[in-house]
């Protein structure tokens, strides 16, 4: 298993342009989030799904939208990038459990927005 | 949402058992205790969860009181490869969704040899 890939690992983008993060796991587990990590800072939730074509906003989700018509992707879209935007980003996949759950983590996506 | 509070950091040496504390004093009755660990330009890893008393894993310990108002990470005889941040994490996604999760900056361990 590959388990959680993520794609770009690094992007540079201009202020106002706009792209797609992507998120595929293998594993077949029905949750999955996307984190943002700001330097010394700890994760902080932007969407997460609890299913196919079932999607909800965390903590920061202004600027980012998500859509999940797989149980093995889920894509994140920058709209407008913004430099405030410049940060680490975490997919993550797991399947439903108490607590916060095994979490698996992808390496994360480095964007620079400029 | 279930504030934690952890130590910002602790140093600790090469074959010392180190114990981080959470402090989760509004915890909930449905709440669960997660630790992730995560280092250097990596996603957080899982490390271990429990809902009351003592689990073990092969990794580590938790400890948690009768009042379930803090909770203790055990990581016994660490090595450098233990150096990361740790993460103490209360909720239930499956009662109150993922929302109420949060990572907090969590606690800098540092191993020397």
């Known amino acids: 298993n590959a388990g959680v890939t993520q794609t770009p690992k690094f992007q540079v983008l201009k202020t106002g342009q706009s792209m797609t993060l992507q998120c595929a796991q293998d594993m077949n587990h029905e949750y999955m989030s996307w984190y943002r990590q700001d330097p010394g800072m700890g994760l902080r939730l932007i969407h997460y799904s609890v299913g196919a074509g079932i999607t909800d906003q965390g903590e920061v989700p202004n600027g980012y939208n998500v859509s999940r018509s797989t149980t093995e992707d889920f894509p994140l879209r920058l709209l407008s990038a913004a430099p405030s935007q410049t940060s680490v980003y975490f997919c993550?996949?797991?399947?439903?459990?108490?607590?916060?759950?095994?979490?698996?983590f992808g390496p994360g996506t480095r964007l620079t927005v400029t | 949402l279930a504030k934690t509070t952890q130590p910002i950091s602790m140093d600790s040496y090469e074959g010392q058992e180190v114990n981080i504390t959470c402090s989760h004093n509004n915890i909930a009755t449905n709440d669960y205790i997660t630790w992730y660990q995560q280092f250097p330009s990596q996603g957080p890893r899982f490390i271990i969860q429990?809902?009351?008393t003592k689990v073990t894993n092969e990794v580590a310990s938790l400890f948690i009181p009768a009042d379930r108002k803090s909770s203790t990470l055990s990581l016994p005889r660490v090595s450098l490869s233990d150096t990361a941040v740790y993460y103490c994490l209360v909720g239930d996604i499956m009662n109150t969704g993922f929302q109420k999760l949060v990572f907090g900056t969590g606690t800098r361990l540092l191993v020397s040899p």
């Open positions: 993550a996949s797991s399947k439903p459990d108490r607590g916060a759950g095994e979490q698996y």
């Open positions: 429990g809902y009351k």
